[in-house]
């Protein structure tokens, strides 16, 4: 199968100065790369996260209209594990984080008692 190649524009948020996010896919490998401090270093960054969640809302220009190339470009690729293990242990850290705050409650009332 042949995938495109897909290219967005994405200004930072703290200096205006505009990013190039590129999404290409060969065979099962996913390529996606930012020219952010953060990309550029080999780590992930908000940028190609909010793409590959397709919120485009901080998208300057680019291929906005091809939700449904990225998500097939996701589906079957070597990213894809790596992306559910994300979200699966985020859901894990929203729940504790309840936990947490449901504890500290309770340690405050009992030290009020």
């Not at 401090?37 to 992930?44: E, I, L, R």
């Not at 590959?52 to 894809?80: H, P």
């Amino acid at each position: 199968m042949t995938y495109p190649v897909l290219d967005f524009q994405v200004p930072s948020s703290s200096t205006g100065e505009v990013y190039e996010v590129v999404l290409s896919r060969t065979d099962n490998n996913l390529t996606m790369t930012c020219t952010c401090p953060a990309g550029t270093k080999g780590m992930h960054c908000k940028h190609r996260l909010s793409i590959l969640l397709c919120d485009f809302s901080d998208v300057e220009s680019g291929d906005t209209d091809r939700e449904g190339d990225i998500k097939e470009m996701l589906s079957g690729s070597d990213v894809e594990a790596a992306w559910e293990e994300v979200f699966k242990f985020e859901e894990e850290l929203t729940a504790l984080k309840k936990k947490m705050s449901a504890a500290k409650k309770r340690l405050g009332k009992a030290l009020n008692d």
